[in-house]
């Protein structure tokens, strides 16, 4: 079976979509699936507005509708919302590839909190651009009800899973934070609502992992937080293991 992945997010992002996408690309081949890629390294891109390390796809009807045919896949997965993907639906919906989506972000939350966008105007948009295919893919109990609530159909879980030997309770401690550590990993924006967390009176140690357009920002305002950076693998593995306490979001 020949699936081909369109997405607006891929490498050198590091997010929960691109690893998600990472890891079904390698193990794939042992169900019997060849996937394929439509990424933003196939087209021109310009940095998108207020989140510059994000690099925007300027993709034609035409080049898209070419990739898909040469791919000639069996099905089409569209696991964004950005121009790829709205482009992409459009060639599946007129030329009749059978195509399914995943919903990973919470956009309109993510588009309020940077414009005065009605949270019902960016859902009507999500549930034409999600409604239109076969299914679509949550990752979660919790975001598949409340994309029911908004109106969201034919809602399929794809859940995740973790690397347990790689992220396992430890012994040791490998970072001698004091104690207690209280540990974010993320994205460093607005929609995070990072102040929540930052602002508590808490014992110990604040951890944050991750990068994005608020943190220097953030740094200059809370000095006693220690910031990380991005961190993967191993050196990810480390940080959690050192945590008394940890929120992730993607």
Not at 34 to 40: V, Y
Not at 195 to 203: H, R
Request: charge should be positive; glycine fraction near 8%; proline fraction near 9%.
């Amino acid at each position: 079976m020949r699936v081909l992945v369109a997405t607006d997010a891929w490498r050198p992002q590091i997010n929960g979509v691109v690893r998600s996408l990472e890891y079904l690309a390698s193990e794939a081949p042992s169900l019997g699936a060849e996937i394929s890629f439509l990424t933003p390294t196939d087209f021109r891109t310009v940095p998108l507005p207020g989140y510059p390390e994000i690099r925007l796809a300027l993709p034609s009807i035409g080049r898209i509708a070419r990739a898909i045919a040469a791919a000639r896949p069996d099905s089409v997965h569209i696991a964004t919302e950005g121009p790829i993907g709205w482009i992409s639906r459009h060639v599946c919906q007129t030329r009749g590839y059978p195509f399914t989506t995943s919903y990973h972000t919470r956009f309109p939350e993510y588009l309020a909190a940077r414009l005065p966008v009605p949270l019902r105007w960016s859902y009507a948009a999500l549930r034409r651009f999600h409604n239109g295919g076969d299914g679509i893919m949550v990752g979660s109990p919790s975001l598949e009800q409340a994309l029911k609530a908004h109106g969201f159909r034919k809602l399929m879980p794809w859940s995740r899973g973790v690397d347990a030997e790689l992220f396992c309770p430890r012994a040791e401690r490998p970072l001698a934070f004091p104690g207690p550590v209280f540990l974010y990993v993320g994205r460093v924006a607005v929609e995070k609502n990072l102040d929540a967390f930052l602002g508590l009176d808490l014992p110990g140690s604040k951890v944050v992992v991750g990068d994005g357009p608020l943190r220097s920002s953030l740094q200059a305002r809370y000095p006693h937080v220690h910031f990380l950076g991005t961190r993967t693998g191993r050196a990810l593995a480390d940080v959690y293991a050192s945590a008394t306490s940890w929120c992730f979001r993607a």
